[in-house]
């Protein structure tokens, strides 16, 4: 099991901040293995996380890629891209 964390305007539109998600069986999961698994429940979920959308995710607290591999345990966090001024 992995924790997803979410943030800022994906906590607030899907009206949670947390929540565990099971690895696949042959454990090769990476970041995008988890985005397509929650853009695959439709709806809002596939409005604002999936295609190219500006989405950004840290696995245990350090930025990854959609490549990077996710293991049993981890905390990952999904959050929109931050801008300045």
């Known amino acids: 099991m992995i924790t997803i964390l979410y943030f800022a305007r994906f906590r607030e ?3 949670l901040d947390r929540e565990t998600m099971a690895l696949p069986a042959d454990d090769a999961a990476s970041v995008q293995t988890v985005l ?3 853009t695959g429940r439709g709806g809002l ?3 604002l996380l999936g295609g190219d959308r500006g989405v950004l995710v840290a696995i245990n607290q350090e930025m990854a ?3 990077s ?3 049993d345990g981890d905390e990952v966090a999904i959050f929109p891209p931050v801008t300045g001024g």
């Open 65 to 67: 890629t959609r490549d």
């Open 45 to 47: 979920w596939a409005e």
């Open 13 to 15: 539109k899907l009206g």
């Open 69 to 71: 591999s996710i293991r």
């Open 36 to 38: 397509d698994q929650l």
